[in-house]
């Protein structure tokens, strides 16, 4: 169950989105779906602060989400831009093959990220969905993937 449903106040909730945001310069917001119309999905809030796109991922675990995720923004804290069609191979290593693909309109799904961070008048933020082809992917990315800070 999500933060939100479990009992936060939304405000309280909005507070440890920006605190967790502060501390690690992102956070990840998961949504549970509700059959195969509308899947679960996750994605990141605070890219847009690096002026980079916010990235998506839909899978119904929010920890594999999280992991796909994580390499793909400490990259971007680091400098890293990326943009649909990059060769992801450093984060997800073959024969695993992930890719970002733009997504349409981050309004729709994209929700808290869109409120965080976008401008009154401006059109929604820019956003990319992460696919890769299976979870032994994430498994082997995670176990590939350059050590950072124990408590991110």
């Known amino acids: 169950m999500c933060d939100a449903c479990g009992g936060l106040a939304d405000e309280q909730y909005s507070q440890r989105l920006r605190r967790n945001i502060l501390t690690y310069g992102w956070t990840m917001q998961f949504v549970e779906g509700d059959g195969v119309r ?10 847009s602060l690096y002026d980079h796109p916010e990235i998506i ?5 929010p920890d594999w989400i999280y992991l796909g995720l994580k390499p793909l923004v400490w990259a971007v804290q680091t400098g890293e831009v990326f943009d649909e069609g990059d060769d992801l191979s450093a984060y997800f290593p073959p024969p695993e093959r992930a890719e ?3 997504f349409p309109d981050s309004a729709t799904h994209l929700f808290t990220a869109n409120t965080m961070f976008r401008q009154p008048g401006d059109d929604p933020l ?12 994430l498994i082997q990315a995670a176990l590939t993937a350059p050590t950072r800070r124990e408590d991110d």
């Open 38 to 47: 509308n899947p679960a999905f996750g994605y990141t809030l605070g890219l």
């Open 100 to 102: 970002l693909l733009r």
């Open 57 to 61: 991922a839909f899978d119904p675990d």
């Open 126 to 137: 820019p956003a990319l969905q992460l696919i890769w082809p299976s979870r032994n992917g």
